[in-house]
């Protein structure tokens, strides 16, 4: 299952010098096997800003702070996109900042008001390029570079897209090239396709899209649904979450080889990530077999006494995954 586990994760970040390039821009280059949103918190003058979110796709950089880098201090927020699942990706800053869950321009950053909350920022100190500008790196404890952190960010898709191409290691061979000649086939894609700008767009729309195999969630509420799944392979139920299905769109967890049962649980929640109720009631899709699960990302592989030990009880529905299952997830 190593379409969501990963390696820990670090921001690569050196030495700013906050007096020199008075016009020079902040370029932040993905070298992880993710693709990404970040937000960035600018210090300056006594004043916090921050702004959001900005897609990097792995091997790419992108000018995220353009023009006087005269701030005091700029800060980092990065997060996976929802297609991952459990977000991999630690928050260890110390600085925390107001954050939306879309698109935003925060001028107080420091003072959250309607729809915002409160991330965690960590202080980035980018290096000089030899064009007078700046770059910071965000970067895996793995240590690829460019053209690996392509290759493995290709093949965590596809796993998760239901082909073998693990292990997720951005070394290429036999197995990654099958599995990523299967998948371009299956979608009537030309081989050329890898190297077009949007291929990541192509890899994670057919990730979303429903399946004829193996369990695929879909959200046909106008809330975000958190879903969890648990699989039995014959001595152990290992429950997993939270992955986050965005309104009108499909996500395929990633699931073992061959399991012998699979089960699936899933919640709307509303901005601030509380638990949606109707007329009362809490808008989930569960069943009678009760799992362990948190309110943070999890993977437990014990499942007797929960509450016990600090856990939630939770009731998973079984999924026949005998020719595949999409679950359609929709409000009264």
Same mark, same amino acid.
């Given at each position: 299952m190593t379409g969501w586990r990963s390696r820990a994760l670090a921001t690569i970040v050196t030495t700013l010098? !906050?007096? #020199?390039?008075?016009?020079?821009? $902040?370029? !932040?280059c993905n070298r992880m096997s993710?693709?990404?949103?970040?937000?960035?918190?600018?210090?300056?003058?006594?004043t916090t800003a921050s702004r959001g979110w900005l897609r990097i796709d792995p091997a790419q950089c992108r000018v995220v702070v353009q023009g006087a880098l005269n701030a005091d201090r700029i800060m980092l927020n990065a997060r996976a $996109?929802?297609?991952?699942g459990v977000s991999p990706l630690p928050q260890n800053g110390t600085d925390r900042l107001c954050i939306a869950e879309d698109n935003f321009v925060i001028a107080a950053a420091r003072q959250c008001r309607g729809g915002q909350t409160l991330a965690a920022f960590t202080e980035i100190k980018p290096t000089d390029t030899e064009d007078g500008n700046k770059i910071a790196y965000l970067a895996e404890d793995s240590g690829y570079d460019d053209e690996?952190?392509? !290759? /493995?960010?290709?093949?965590r898709l596809l796993v998760i897209a239901g082909y073998d191409a693990s292990p997720i290691d951005g070394v290429d061979g036999p197995k990654t090239q099958a599995a990523l000649s299967a998948f371009l086939k299956s979608r009537g894609l030309k081989p050329e396709i890898v190297d077009a700008p949007d291929f990541f767009d192509v890899m994670i729309k057919a990730v979303q899209q429903p399946s004829g195999s193996g369990l695929t969630w879909c959200n046909d509420t106008k809330y975000k649904i958190m879903a969890a799944v648990a699989e039995d392979d014959g001595k152990t139920i290992t429950s997993r979450g939270w992955y986050g299905v965005a309104p009108g769109q499909c996500l395929r967890p990633d699931l073992g080889a061959?399991?012998?049962?699979?089960? #699936?649980? /899933?919640?709307?929640?509303d901005s601030s990530g509380r638990p949606v109720t109707i007329k009362g009631r809490a808008l989930n899709w569960g069943g009678g077999t009760t799992l362990c699960?948190?309110? #943070?990302?999890?993977? !437990?592989g014990e499942q007797g006494d929960c509450a016990a030990r600090g856990l939630a009880a939770t009731g998973f529905a079984a999924i026949d995954l005998s020719s595949g299952k999409t679950l359609r997830l929709s409000a009264p």
């Amino acid at each position: 299952m190593t379409g969501w586990r990963s390696r820990a994760l670090a921001t690569i970040v050196t030495t700013l010098s !906050l007096t #020199s390039a008075a016009h020079a821009d $902040l370029k !932040l280059c993905n070298r992880m096997s993710y693709v990404v949103e970040t937000a960035i918190g600018v210090d300056s003058n006594g004043t916090t800003a921050s702004r959001g979110w900005l897609r990097i796709d792995p091997a790419q950089c992108r000018v995220v702070v353009q023009g006087a880098l005269n701030a005091d201090r700029i800060m980092l927020n990065a997060r996976a $996109l929802p297609v991952y699942g459990v977000s991999p990706l630690p928050q260890n800053g110390t600085d925390r900042l107001c954050i939306a869950e879309d698109n935003f321009v925060i001028a107080a950053a420091r003072q959250c008001r309607g729809g915002q909350t409160l991330a965690a920022f960590t202080e980035i100190k980018p290096t000089d390029t030899e064009d007078g500008n700046k770059i910071a790196y965000l970067a895996e404890d793995s240590g690829y570079d460019d053209e690996q952190a392509k !290759l /493995a960010a290709i093949q965590r898709l596809l796993v998760i897209a239901g082909y073998d191409a693990s292990p997720i290691d951005g070394v290429d061979g036999p197995k990654t090239q099958a599995a990523l000649s299967a998948f371009l086939k299956s979608r009537g894609l030309k081989p050329e396709i890898v190297d077009a700008p949007d291929f990541f767009d192509v890899m994670i729309k057919a990730v979303q899209q429903p399946s004829g195999s193996g369990l695929t969630w879909c959200n046909d509420t106008k809330y975000k649904i958190m879903a969890a799944v648990a699989e039995d392979d014959g001595k152990t139920i290992t429950s997993r979450g939270w992955y986050g299905v965005a309104p009108g769109q499909c996500l395929r967890p990633d699931l073992g080889a061959q399991p012998k049962r699979v089960f #699936s649980f /899933a919640e709307a929640v509303d901005s601030s990530g509380r638990p949606v109720t109707i007329k009362g009631r809490a808008l989930n899709w569960g069943g009678g077999t009760t799992l362990c699960t948190r309110d #943070s990302k999890f993977e !437990l592989g014990e499942q007797g006494d929960c509450a016990a030990r600090g856990l939630a009880a939770t009731g998973f529905a079984a999924i026949d995954l005998s020719s595949g299952k999409t679950l359609r997830l929709s409000a009264p």
